[in-house]
């Protein structure tokens, strides 16, 4: 079962903001600007 590459980041990115949300708000920046990098913001 082939999964679209834009789906998969999508999903990968849901899974990212809900981690940040419970915690580990030092990271946040980092990870904000390492997904600016690869898409536009």
Same mark, same amino acid.
């Given at each position: 079962? +082939?999964?679209?590459?834009? *789906?998969? =980041?999508? @999903?990968?990115? /849901? +899974? %990212? %903001? @809900? /981690? %940040?949300?419970? =915690?580990?708000? &030092?990271? /946040? *920046? &980092?990870?904000?600007? &390492? %997904?600016?990098? /690869? @898409? &536009?913001?």
């Amino acid at each position: 079962m +082939a999964v679209p590459h834009r *789906k998969i =980041g999508s @999903e990968a990115g /849901r +899974a %990212l %903001l @809900e /981690r %940040l949300n419970q =915690g580990n708000w &030092s990271d /946040r *920046k &980092s990870i904000a600007s &390492s %997904l600016c990098m /690869r @898409e &536009s913001c």
